[in-house]
T-cell receptor, first 112, second 112 residues
Framework: GESVGLHLPTLSVQEGDNSIINCAYS??????FIWYKQESGKGPQFIID?????DKRQGQRVTVLLNKTVKHLSLQIAATQPGDSAVYFC???????????FGRGTSLIVHP | KAGVTQTPRYLIKTRGQQVTLSCSPI?????VSWYQQTPGQGLQFLFE???????NKGNFPGRFSGRQFSNSRSEMNVSTLELGDSALYLC???????????FGPGTRLTVL
């Protein structure tokens, strides 16, 4: 498969643990944030998004937290499974712009 | 519904050559965006097309160009290839501007 990030931060967890992936963004004017998952050999896949008027949003097994004060975004994955192993990217967008800016990504490795 | 398809999946070229990559969006999607993904720079926006018109452009040299056809299919072209153009080129489609994007698997371009 494709190797999309040879020098990425890596998070290793055991199956069943909760995972927390962090992302710092730079633009205080950003008002829309997205988390993507990219598996080897595939393109990024949308996981969850959050707008700047919220500080928490929950999906199925995933929660995104937004701290605008310190410009920090996190993705929490509950009961992590081997199928969650992938590279996770955050992306930010600023009002009026359709162009997302992507973070560098974090490689999540889930051990059975 | 079929996903975003990109052809070819893999390509090897030499410096100075030019290359054309193709993207077929999800049926009904009218917006197509292109991204370059490298280990060093991560995911970077190239350009976005909607209704055959380039709507947004990233910070890439003029050697990178694209177009969109009336059936929403898109091509991107890179002329006078450089070693640094080696990357995974991703295409994403969405129903319209400012909608969730769906990514294809990418074309892996290697420039020798």
């Amino acid at each position: 498969g494709e190797s999309v990030g040879l020098h990425l931060p890596t998070l290793s967890v055991q199956e069943g643990d909760n995972s927390i992936i962090n992302c710092a963004y730079s633009n205080s004017a950003s008002d829309y944030f997205i988390w993507y998952k990219q598996e080897s050999g595939k393109g990024p896949q949308f996981i969850i998004d959050i707008r700047s008027n919220m500080d928490k949003r929950q999906g199925q097994r995933v929660t995104v937290l937004l701290n605008k004060t310190v410009k920090h975004l996190s993705l929490q994955i509950a009961a992590t499974q081997p199928g969650d192993s992938a590279v996770y990217f955050c992306a930010e967008r600023t009002g009026g712009s359709y162009i997302p800016t992507f973070g560098r990504g974090t490689s999540l490795i889930v051990h059975p | 519904k079929a996903g975003v398809t990109q052809t070819p999946r893999y390509l090897i070229k030499t410096r100075g050559q030019q290359v054309t990559l193709s993207c077929s969006p999800i049926s009904g999607h009218r917006s197509v965006s292109w991204y370059q993904q490298t280990p060093g720079q991560g995911l970077q926006f190239l350009f976005e097309y909607f209704s055959e018109t380039q709507r947004n452009k990233g910070n890439f040299p003029g050697r990178f160009s694209g177009r969109q056809f009336s059936n929403s299919r898109s091509e991107m072209n890179v002329s006078t290839l450089e070693l640094g153009d080696s990357a995974l080129y991703l295409c994403a489609s969405s129903p319209g501007l400012n909608n969730e994007q769906f990514f294809g698997p990418g074309t892996r371009l290697t420039v020798l």
